[in-house]
């Protein structure tokens, strides 16, 4: 079965610009979370999304946000880009449903210039 | 505090060692617990979940739980120089799928 990926895997923006990264879960995994990883902050929970819902949110701007498909493929946005985005954005599916384990993508790399 | 702590290492240890890595948290509530390996330039790998107090071992990995003492911790037996990675412990918190991640204990086994 195929892995989690994420697209695309590295990605060089400007400051005030915005990007999109998109996520495939594991087949038949319905949940999709999105994680932000830095070396200061360490991994933190930006949020998560089941059936096209966001069930749950992290400590967040509003500047990102994301959306699920009716495939589970789910899309993150981060507008008006800052410095301090600069980042490696994490996907991880799991079921969704009476589990919690997660599988982690490869990430998108982000750096903001 | 923190919710989750883990000592940062790095944590040293000979080959074919045990390597006892540590984590505690503050949320008595949680009732989910995972260890995850992450290599150097690359995403984290779930290796182990736990759930319930007590051991759970798979292959040369065990997790143990306490949730009255509120720490977790992953025994690696037979310990590689591959195993040589950060270890991120986490829970689940407030439901769903948001996970609280430690900072990681960095693992270093040398030959």
């Known amino acids: 079965k195929a892995g989690v990926t994420q697209t695309p895997r590295y990605l060089i923006k400007t400051r005030g610009q915005q990007v999109t990264l998109s996520c495939s879960p594991i087949?038949?995994?319905?949940?999709v979370s999105w994680y932000q990883q830095t070396p200061g902050q360490g991994l933190q929970f930006l949020f998560e999304y089941f059936s096209e819902t966001q069930r749950n949110k992290g400590n967040f701007p509003g500047r990102f946000s994301g959306r699920q498909f009716s495939n589970s493929r789910s899309e993150m946005n981060v507008s008006t880009l800052e410095l301090g985005d600069s980042a490696l954005y994490l996907c991880?599916?799991?079921?969704?449903?009476?589990?919690?384990?997660?599988?982690f993508g490869p990430g998108t790399r982000l750096t903001v210039t | 505090q923190k919710e989750v702590e883990q000592n940062s290492g790095p944590l040293s240890v000979p080959e074919g060692a045990i390597a006892s890595l540590n984590c505690t948290y503050s949320d008595r509530g949680s009732q989910s617990f995972f260890w995850y390996r992450q290599y150097s330039g690359k995403s984290p790998e779930l290796i182990m979940f736990?759930?319930?107090?007590g051991d759970k071992e798979d292959g040369r990995f065990t997790a143990q739980l306490n949730k009255a003492s509120q720490y977790v911790s992953l025994l690696i037996r037979d310990s590689q120089p591959s195993d040589s990675a950060t270890y991120l412990c986490a829970l689940v918190s407030g439901g769903y799928n948001k996970l609280i991640f430690g900072a990681g204990t960095r693992l270093a086994v040398h030959p």
């Open positions: 087949s038949g995994h319905r949940s």
């Open positions: 991880a599916s799991s079921v969704g449903a009476g589990t919690y384990e997660q599988y």
């Open positions: 736990i759930y319930s107090n």
